[in-house]
């Protein structure tokens, strides 16, 4: 049936062959996204996601250390935090070739996953404080512990970034080899829109947390998803643009899984990162303190890195870079590469332009 | 007026398009007179920085779409989809203007503030409601379980703390060069 419409097609006078050969491409592509869309409504599949070989380490209440072991031929291992809350960890190791966890194994890093887990309301009394002054450096030594290293480098990853360089700021015993900042915001005087709306004078984080107790994971989907309005829309227009490259579809089934699990924020550990980071902005000004000690960005003294995304509009360019000019060290390195706050991360313009910026940096000081 | 049937469908499109330009700025117009807001400057002062960016945008991807001629492109679809890109990329840029005014996160914030207002005290009665319920079946109340769940959390981070001291001593002890000691 096809063949005949093809060759009836070929008897238009009108019909160059370019144009024919082109109308029937578009007719295959057609016919693939329309399997492939039954297939994805009749019969989804649950993407598997974290293919990486990985070990627990460590776990103490929610949060848990993972190991990702590597023919080590990097001698100093890695740490990465990532964010607390909001989404899973799974993204850093979302699928194979395509998992930021794989590439820094094959690398030969060492690779230790902070999952800070999915907490309750129970938990509603973790403070941000609690994070940086007891979970972080409890897994951090369990690390150090595991690998036999002597040293290690440390990797924060959006909010992870701010959380990990108050840990290593107020940490010196910690022997930190390298730090590198992807896409975490320092100065929060430049964060953009959720900077905007969590301002005091129209935020009461207060109220929000007293009346809510937690931060449900909705809620912070609705703040995720009112910060790019029409990405829903766009994304729905590549799926369907691209529905009939199996490959497409099934990193957007494994990508759009962990896009649409959130998770919700304890109640108390909300309010001190809004009030201290976001609206008092205490990080770069130094007038935070954790646990009794001031975190001073400046006692960063090892080689520092700090990616921005050009259009993060998360952790935009303008709050990551300031890192740079605090920490104490003349080896320091600012990369902004493009793309926005997931694509360094995951995708293939991590894979391209992130990800080996990141490796090469490290493996040249490791 | 073209003869073409794809052009006189673009002409027809601009005039709507034009009205339409109109008929939003005479709004914005009044609701600039009404709200005189002094903190939504882009918005208030130039109604047109909103709508002009996006319309220009679709304008012109839509214009090089129709001007193809009648005859159909190979590449018809790609234009169409580049189209739709630009179109959304365009209102993109349209709302996150509009949500980075000052009034729009005063409108959140209210809004915010109002649900708070309103689920507070329902949320309140509703737990009360459920906690007597369930102490009248004998069952314990999600605010048990959860104080239940946090003491089993307290403990462990006792036990955690106690396992660094003990981790401290023993460093200090192996730094002084005392014998090893076995660890439990």
């Known amino acids: 049936?096809?063949?005949?419409?093809?060759?009836?097609?070929?008897?238009?006078?009108?019909?160059?062959?370019?144009?024919?050969?082109?109308?029937?491409?578009e007719a295959n592509r057609n016919l693939l996204r329309m399997k492939h869309f039954g297939e994805m409504v009749m019969n989804p599949k649950e993407p598997k996601v974290g293919p990486t070989p990985r070990q627990e380490i460590f776990r103490t209440n929610k949060s848990r250390l993972w190991r990702y072991e590597s023919r080590r031929t990097v001698?100093?291992?890695?740490?990465?935090?990532?964010?607390?809350?909001?989404?899973?960890?799974?993204?850093?190791?979302?699928?194979?070739?395509?998992?930021?966890?794989?590439y820094m194994t094959q690398q030969g890093f060492d690779f230790y996953l902070v999952d800070w887990g999915v907490f309750g309301d129970e938990d509603n009394g973790l403070t941000v404080e609690d994070a940086v002054t007891k979970i972080l450096?409890?897994?951090?030594?369990?690390?150090?512990?595991?690998?036999?290293?002597?040293?290690?480098?440390?990797?924060?990853?959006c909010m992870g970034a701010p959380l990990s360089a108050?840990?290593?700021?107020?940490?010196?015993?910690?022997?930190?080899?390298?730090?590198?900042?992807?896409?975490?915001?320092?100065?929060?005087?430049?964060?953009?829109?959720?900077?905007?709306?969590?301002?005091?004078e129209v935020?009461?984080?207060?109220?929000?947390?007293?009346?809510?107790?937690?931060?449900?994971?909705?809620?912070?989907?609705?703040?995720?998803?009112?910060?790019?309005?029409?990405?829903?829309?766009?994304?729905?227009?590549?799926?369907?643009?691209?529905?009939?490259?199996?490959?497409?579809?099934?990193?957007?089934?494994?990508?759009?899984?962990?896009?649409?699990?959130?998770?919700?924020?304890?109640?108390?550990?909300?309010?001190?990162?809004?009030?201290?980071?976001?609206?008092?902005?205490?990080?770069?000004?130094?007038?935070l303190t954790m646990a009794g000690r001031r975190v001073d960005l400046r006692e960063i003294r090892c080689p520092v890195l700090a990616v921005g995304a050009k259009e993060d509009n998360i952790a935009p360019p303008a709050c990551v870079k300031p890192l740079i000019d605090v920490v104490s060290t003349r080896d320091k390195e600012y990369v902004e590469l493009p793309g926005g706050h997931i694509s360094l991360i995951a995708g293939r313009g991590a894979s391209v332009h992130c990800w080996p910026k990141v490796a090469s940096w490290l493996a040249a000081r490791s | 007026m073209a003869d073409n049937p794809s052009q006189q469908l673009l002409d027809m499109w601009k005039r709507q398009v034009e009205e339409g330009t109109q008929a939003w700025l005479r709004m914005m117009g009044q609701a600039q007179a009404a709200t005189s807001a002094p903190n939504m400057p882009n918005m208030a002062?130039?109604?047109?920085?909103?709508?002009?960016?996006?319309?220009?945008?679709?304008?012109?991807?839509?214009?090089?779409v129709m001007t193809q001629g009648?005859?159909?492109?190979?590449?018809?679809?790609?234009?169409?989809?580049q189209?739709?890109?630009?179109?959304?990329?365009?209102?993109?840029?349209?709302?996150?203007?509009?949500?980075?005014?000052?009034?729009?996160?005063?409108?959140?914030?209210?809004?915010?503030?109002?649900?708070?207002?309103?689920?507070?005290?329902?949320?309140?009665?509703?737990?009360?409601q459920i906690d007597a319920s369930l102490a009248g079946l004998g069952i314990p109340s999600r605010g048990q379980v959860t104080a239940l769940a946090r003491h089993v959390a307290q403990v462990e981070e006792k036990i955690d703390a106690l396992e660094d001291k003990v981790d401290r001593i023993l460093r200090r002890l192996n730094d002084a060069g005392a014998p090893r000691t076995e660890r439990a």
């Open chain 1, 137 to 157: 450096p409890r897994l951090a030594r369990k690390a150090l512990e595991s690998s036999g290293a002597s040293e290690m480098s440390v990797l924060g990853y």
């Open chain 1, 166 to 200: 108050s840990f290593v700021a107020t940490h010196p015993e910690f022997p930190l080899k390298n730090y590198v900042d992807m896409a975490g915001p320092i100065d929060f005087a430049h964060v953009g829109l959720f900077g905007k709306w969590l301002a005091p």
């Open chain 2, 45 to 64: 002062m130039d109604p047109q920085a909103f709508w002009r960016p996006f319309m220009d945008q679709g304008m012109a991807a839509w214009s090089k």
């Open chain 1, 203 to 287: 935020f009461d984080v207060d109220k929000y947390v007293d009346t809510l107790g937690s931060i449900p994971a909705e809620m912070v989907k609705m703040g995720f998803k009112l910060l790019k309005p029409t990405m829903d829309v766009s994304t729905n227009l590549n799926l369907w643009w691209n529905l009939w490259n199996p490959d497409y579809v099934s990193g957007f089934t494994a990508l759009n899984k962990w896009a649409n699990e959130y998770l919700p924020f304890p109640g108390e550990f909300f309010r001190q990162w809004v009030r201290d980071f976001y609206q008092q902005n205490k990080l770069i000004k130094g007038e």
């Open chain 1, 1 to 25: 049936m096809k063949d005949e419409l093809f060759t009836m097609m070929g008897e238009m006078p009108a019909m160059s062959p370019a144009l024919l050969a082109r109308m029937r491409e």
């Open chain 1, 75 to 102: 001698r100093t291992p890695l740490l990465f935090v990532p964010n607390l809350g909001i989404s899973r960890p799974y993204i850093f190791d979302l699928m194979p070739k395509g998992s930021f966890v794989e």
């Open chain 2, 83 to 128: 189209f739709l890109d630009q179109w959304i990329a365009a209102w993109s840029r349209v709302l996150e203007q509009a949500m980075s005014t000052d009034t729009f996160a005063q409108l959140m914030g209210k809004q915010l503030e109002g649900f708070l207002n309103v689920s507070a005290p329902i949320k309140k009665a509703a737990e009360q």
């Open chain 2, 70 to 81: 009648a005859a159909p492109s190979p590449d018809l679809m790609a234009q169409w989809k």
